[in-house]
C-alpha cells in the first residue's frame, strides 16, 4: 500500500507562487510514475496538471498550466514537488498527488483511471 500526503497549499494573489509537496510512503518510490490533479469549485472531474515518469527527466504538462508550473521528484526522499509561478485565479483548486507502479521507466501518465493511489489533496486559492 502506498500513501500520499500532500502539503504547501494555501492562499496567494494573482501573479504569486506556491510549492506544493507529495510525501510518499513506499518503499521503491523510484518504481513509480506519479501525477499531480485538480479539482476546480463546483467541477465534477479532475483535471490533469502534471506527470513525471519513474526517470525525472520525462515529464509531462497539461496545457493550461505549460511554462508556469514544473514537477519535480526526489526519488532519494521519497517527495513529489509541483512548483506553481505566475499563479492566476483560474487555478483555484484542490491538488491532488498521485502514484502508479509502472514498469517502463520513461512513461508518464495523464488520466485519472491510470493512478492506482490517490492523496486527499491541498487546496490552493488564488486571488485576483
Known amino acids: 500500500q502506498v500513501h500520499l500526503v500532500e502539503s504547501g497549499g494555501g492562499l496567494v494573489q494573482a501573479g504569486g507562487s506556491l510549492r506544493l509537496s507529495c510525501a510518499v510512503s513506499a518503499t521503491t518510490f523510484s518504481a513509480y510514475s506519479m501525477g499531480w490533479f485538480r479539482q476546480a469549485p463546483g467541477k465534477e472531474e479532475r483535471e490533469f496538471v502534471a506527470?513525471?515518469?519513474?526517470?525525472?527527466?520525462?515529464?509531462y504538462y497539461g496545457d493550461s498550466v505549460k511554462g508556469r508550473f514544473t514537477i519535480a521528484r526526489d526519488n532519494a526522499a521519497n517527495i513529489l514537488v509541483l512548483q506553481m509561478n505566475n499563479l492566476e485565479p483560474e487555478d483555484t483548486a484542490v491538488y491532488y498527488c498521485a502514484a502508479v507502479k509502472s514498469f517502463g521507466t520513461f512513461t508518464a501518465y495523464a488520466r485519472t483511471p491510470d493512478f492506482d493511489f490517490w492523496g486527499q489533496g491541498t487546496q490552493v486559492t488564488v486571488s485576483s
Open positions: 506527470s513525471i515518469a519513474r526517470d525525472p527527466n520525462f515529464s
